[in-house]
């Protein structure tokens, strides 16, 4: 896995890991998220769990839920907030999420899926919400159902 150094407030953005996204039922992509979720806790920072919620019957049976195995690193830790998003860009929730918990950022890993949509807007919206602080994408925690060159793997780390 990449080699990632930390500093005390980087903040890893996990977007839509969510069954109902075909995406995000890659194995090695769970593995991944599973992995960082696991070292970032570890290191005691902070975790954004961002999830699409459309209302109504968009998601059903639990499909709403991120994947099981990213959730239960999550047991027993108060570092990391579920937040809710209506659409592509989830950066406005995690910015009200770090400012409630008083935190501000040194740097956002951000992962998930699609790559080039939820990813990539939120990847975005955190730029241009934090002008000094680096964004950076974890090419091996993303994947995407396009088949076009997505905008993370031209940017991944």
Known sequence: MQQIHMASNEVLVVVDMQPYFAASRKPSVIEANVNLVRRF?????????VEYYGGGDYLEDGDGDTHRPIMKELDGYSRFGVLWKNDDDGSSVVQDW????????????VTGVNGCWCVAS????????????????VKKAINCSCSSGCEYQRRAA
């Open 41 to 49: 806790r570890r290191m005691n920072r902070p975790i954004a769990i």
């Open 98 to 109: 770090l400012s409630e918990m008083k935190i501000i950022p040194s740097k956002f890993w």
């Open 122 to 137: 939120t990847a975005e919206g955190l730029e241009l919400r934090y002008p000094d602080v680096v964004v950076r994408y």
